[in-house]
């Protein structure tokens, strides 16, 4: 069966410093993948979307890059945070239409 | 503007009662429509989804409605249990890359 992971599952960081949230797929093969931040009353907000290896889309000009070193890896990252940083990241596969979507289980950022 | 729209308001009800969410869009015409429930600091997970061609869909306790007409889904719990408490929230895929444009979430209580 397909399973995501997501790590790590909180994370306080000071302002100005690095950040890297990692996502793996595990049992399927070639999946599209999406990065999200949820903000409070904002909703799910798309970041990033892979479709392959090295391929990556950006929705929203930011502080935060993607990449996609491997198939099934999907990687979150800023050189330097900024307080509005702050919220709650997911990464997501979709397979196919009829199954929707799969969430991992999220990364409570906190910027301090 | 697109936009998507679920009841802002938190909905209360009483457990064995039917609680129904509403989903409205503006100025989209999606081919699919999809429900996910989330839990508080959890990731949203998938739950129906539903054609531009359906009318309704059924699964377990929970339908769906899709009326592209009015341009709206409704989203029903039938035998409602205090489990079934939530946020749940409808997406509708946009573009040719399957990007989903996400509702805010109506939270829903089911009291015992």
């Known amino acids: 069966s397909q399973t995501i992971h997501q790590w790590p599952a909180t994370l306080v960081q000071p302002v100005g410093s690095p950040l890297s949230l990692e996502c793996t797929v595990e049992g399927t093969s070639n999946p599209n993948l999406y990065w999200y931040r949820q903000a409070a009353g904002r909703g799910l907000q798309l970041l990033f979307y892979s479709v392959g290896i090295g391929q990556i889309s950006s929705e929203v000009p930011q502080n935060l890059s993607a990449s996609r070193p491997q198939d099934r890896q999907f990687i979150l990252s800023s050189k330097k945070l900024l307080l509005s940083d702050s919220g709650f990241y997911l990464c997501?596969?979709?397979?196919?239409?009829?199954?929707?979507?799969?969430f991992g289980s999220g990364t409570r950022l906190t910027v301090v | 503007s697109q936009k998507i729209e679920q009841n802002s308001e938190a909905l209360n009800i009483q457990e064995g009662k039917t609680a129904t969410l509403t989903c409205n869009y503006t100025?989209?015409?999606?081919?699919?429509l999809q429900w996910y429930r989330q839990d508080p600091g959890r990731g949203p997970v998938f739950l129906l989804l539903i054609r531009e061609n359906e009318k309704e869909k059924r699964k377990e306790r929970l339908k769906v409605t899709f009326d592209t007409t009015l341009k709206q889904s409704l989203f029903h719990i039938t035998a409602s249990q205090p489990a079934d408490s939530a946020t749940y929230l409808c997406?509708?895929?946009?573009?040719?890359?399957?990007?989903?444009?996400w509702g805010l979430g109506t939270s829903l209580a089911v009291n015992p």
């Open positions: 100025n989209y015409s999606p081919a699919y």
């Open positions: 997501a596969w979709g397979r196919d239409r009829v199954y929707g979507y799969t």
């Open positions: 997406a509708l895929e946009a573009g040719n890359n399957r990007k989903l444009i």
